[in-house]
């Protein structure tokens, strides 16, 4: 079974209800009726003009109590609750809708601010990061062609913590939503010494930090991204690799690499770029990038619920 029908298909398992806050974008239309008809998931459609006023002004109370100690008026309040991402983000809050996508029509950082605002972090991972699933045709490195590329769209510049905070949550995703047993790169301009400099010593330190963290996890860095998934170069560079240059996840070590690196391997491979997905939230959610296609709106769902299915049973991922 190949990763979009497994995706799909697990998502179908369980019922839940995702909100999609874009109705007015044609393609976020298409995925709605596309989502119903398949019955991957409930779908609640938002649009502006067609929001609860009833509801609104109840979101507007709650924004206001959770955002008060900010020094938000209620004015601003009302302003947050109409708009429908943060609509549809106090709605899961609220428990009247499982998870929330949006991004097609909507910057990432008012998708985070929504997510971060309504929603809270999670604090066992403690930082709001993203991930992407890559989809690349024909690939034989990875997971067959199946990667996870994170951070490429939240964390300008990582922590040594927060890098190993992002590895732990995208191992997890990885597990959980792929069923894949995660094999973790740390993303240099070094391998095992090869270079010097800070950002090496960053990724050092948390390679040893995830380590800690969690000591079953298969991880290594820092690593040239060649000697991560090629094996044949691993055993050029870093023999004695516990990943043996098999690597299904990428931690790449700030987001100017991984934004740009996602981009490039999508385009340049024709292949499908999943996200980002947010993680480290107390509730299920994605993003998307403005340039999604249809299907991609489709798929992030079709995540974004089977991530919501491991929330209800007490794990969030």
């Known amino acids: 079974m190949d990763v979009i029908k497994q995706i799909r298909e697990?998502?179908?398992?369980?019922?839940?209800?995702?909100v999609l806050p874009e109705g007015h974008d044609v393609r976020v239309k298409r995925a709605a009726e596309f989502l119903r008809k398949e019955g991957i998931v409930d779908v609640v459609l938002l649009e502006?003009?067609?929001?609860?006023?009833?509801?609104?002004?109840?979101?507007?109370?709650?924004?206001?109590q959770l955002r008060q100690h900010k020094g938000?008026?209620?004015?601003?309040?009302?302003?947050?609750?109409?708009?429908?991402?943060?609509y549809g983000a106090l709605m899961v809050r609220e428990g009247q809708a499982d998870g929330f996508v949006a991004g097609a029509a909507t910057t990432t950082s008012d998708v985070a601010r929504a997510a971060l605002y309504c929603l809270g972090i999670d604090r066992r991972i403690a930082t709001i990061a993203s991930c992407f699933i890559m989809i690349i045709p024909n690939c034989p490195y990875g997971e067959?062609?199946?990667?996870?590329?994170?951070?490429?769209?939240?964390?300008?510049?990582?922590?040594?913590?927060?890098?190993?905070q992002i590895a732990l949550a995208s191992a997890?995703?990885?597990?959980?939503?792929?069923?894949?047993?995660?094999?973790?790169?740390?993303?240099?301009?070094?391998?095992?010494?090869?270079?010097?400099?800070?950002?090496?010593?960053?990724?050092r330190e948390a390679t040893a930090m995830l380590h800690e963290m969690e000591p079953e996890l298969l991880v290594d860095g820092e690593l040239q991204v060649d000697a991560a998934i090629v094996p044949e170069v691993a055993r050029i560079k870093n023999p004695d690799s516990?990943?043996?240059?098999?690597?299904?996840i990428l931690i790449f070590p700030n987001l100017e690499a991984g934004n740009i690196s996602y981009k490039?391997?999508?385009?340049?491979?024709?292949?499908?770029?999943?996200?980002?997905?947010?993680?480290?939230?107390?509730?299920?959610?994605?993003?998307?990038?403005?340039?999604?296609?249809?299907?991609?709106?489709?798929?992030?769902?079709?995540?974004?619920?089977?991530?919501?299915?491991?929330?209800?049973?007490?794990?969030?991922?």
């Open 172 to 203: 997890e995703l990885g597990s959980k939503v792929l069923k894949i047993a995660p094999r973790i790169g740390m993303l240099s301009y070094s391998t095992k010494g090869s270079a010097s400099g800070r950002f090496v010593e960053r990724i």
């Open 144 to 164: 067959k062609g199946v990667f996870i590329f994170a951070d490429c769209g939240i964390v300008p510049d990582p922590t040594t913590r927060q890098l190993a």
């Open 48 to 64: 502006k003009d067609r929001l609860d006023p009833k509801r609104i002004d109840e979101f507007t109370e709650l924004y206001f």
């Open 264 to 317: 490039l391997v999508e385009r340049l491979s024709g292949g499908r770029a999943l996200g980002p997905l947010l993680l480290g939230l107390v509730k299920p959610c994605s993003d998307l990038s403005r340039g999604c296609s249809w299907e991609d709106v489709v798929d992030c769902t079709a995540v974004t619920a089977i991530r919501a299915q491991y929330e209800s049973q007490g794990e969030n991922i």
């Open 242 to 248: 516990p990943i043996q240059g098999n690597a299904n």
């Open 10 to 18: 697990q998502a179908k398992s369980q019922s839940k209800t995702i």
């Open 72 to 86: 938000i008026s209620k004015d601003e309040a009302y302003q947050a609750a109409s708009d429908p991402v943060f």
